[in-house]
Nanobody, 115 residues
Framework: QVQLVESGGGLMQPGGSLRLSCAAS????????MGWYRQAPGKQRDLVAR???????NYTDSVKGRFTISRDNAKNTVYLQMNSLKPEDTALYYC?????????WGQGTQVTVSS
């Protein structure tokens, strides 16, 4: 059963912007901290940003000031606005929902930053 669905990835030039979206079920979204993770080829999956159910956010250092995570509780959707993209941001981006009941992962959306 697919409960998290990412979209918005694609190819972008360095310095450009993309906005990723993750649509979740209400059951999952309402109780969860939502996060974005990314995994480049041959690398581990790393946290990019998280937002709690009350709106508290945190970011990995490499994206601070460039990326913004937000959530729309009415739409059960979390977003990752990515500005000033760099080639190092190239990765498969995964949506994550974490609660006391466990966690769920989306299938991933590819972001490629290249000239």
């Amino acid at each position: 059963q697919v409960q998290l669905v990412e979209s918005g990835g694609g190819l972008m030039q360095p310095g450009g912007s993309l906005r990723l979206s993750c649509a979740a079920s209400r059951r999952i979204f309402s109780i969860s901290t939502m996060g974005w993770y990314r995994q480049a080829p041959g690398k581990q999956r790393d946290l990019v940003a998280r937002i709690t159910s009350t709106g508290t956010t945190n970011y990995t250092d490499s994206v601070k000031g460039r990326f913004t995570i937000s959530r729309d509780n009415a739409k059960n959707t979390v977003y990752l606005q990515m500005n000033s993209l760099k080639p190092e941001d190239t990765a498969l981006y995964y949506c994550n929902a974490a609660s006391l009941r466990g966690q769920h992962w989306g299938q991933g959306t590819q972001v490629t930053v290249s000239s």
